[in-house]
Nanobody, 123 residues
Framework: VQLQASGGGLVQAGGSLRLSCAASARTFGNNAMGWFRQAPGKEREVVATITWNGGRAYYADSVKGRFTISRDNAKNTVYLQMNSLRPEDTAVYYC?????????????????WGQGTQVTVSS
C-alpha cells in the first residue's frame, strides 16, 4: 500500500486546511486509517482515526471539535478537515493504514505510512 498525503500549507490562526491521503491499494476499504502528527522535538502522536467503513471516529482531545476525519472508499482516500487552527497544531501530518479494520491510537498499530505534509499555523 502506498499512501500520498497532500493539502498542507501555511495558514493563520483560526484558519482551515483540508488534508487528503490517497491510497494505492484495492484493499484500502478493509483497513482502518489514521492521521498522526509530529512537531519538532516531539514524538509522533495520534490526531484522529477512522474505522474501515467510516462508521466510527476517534479524536485526540487537543483536536476534538475542530478536526473531522472522513473517508471515501470509492476513491481510496481519507481526509482530515482542520478548522480553527492554532499555532500548536503546527507539525508534519502523516496518514497511516492500520493493520486491520479496527484502528488503534499508537503508531505500532499501523504498518503503512504516507510521506507527511507540513502544516504551519502562524499566530
Amino acid at each position: 500500500v502506498q499512501l500520498q498525503a497532500s493539502g498542507g500549507g501555511l495558514v493563520q490562526a483560526g484558519g482551515s486546511l483540508r488534508l487528503s491521503c490517497a491510497a494505492s491499494a484495492r484493499t484500502f476499504g478493509n483497513n482502518a486509517m489514521g492521521w498522526f502528527r509530529q512537531a519538532p522535538g516531539k514524538e509522533r502522536e495520534v490526531v484522529a482515526t477512522i474505522t474501515w467503513n467510516g462508521g466510527r471516529a476517534y479524536y485526540a482531545d487537543s483536536v476534538k471539535g475542530r478536526f473531522t476525519i472522513s473517508r471515501d472508499n470509492a476513491k481510496n482516500t481519507v481526509y482530515l478537515q482542520m478548522n480553527s487552527l492554532r499555532p500548536e497544531d503546527t507539525a508534519v501530518y502523516y496518514c497511516a493504514a492500520a493493520r486491520g479494520a479496527v484502528p488503534t491510537t499508537t503508531t505500532e498499530g499501523y504498518n503503512y505510512w504516507g510521506q507527511g505534509t507540513q502544516v504551519t499555523v502562524s499566530s
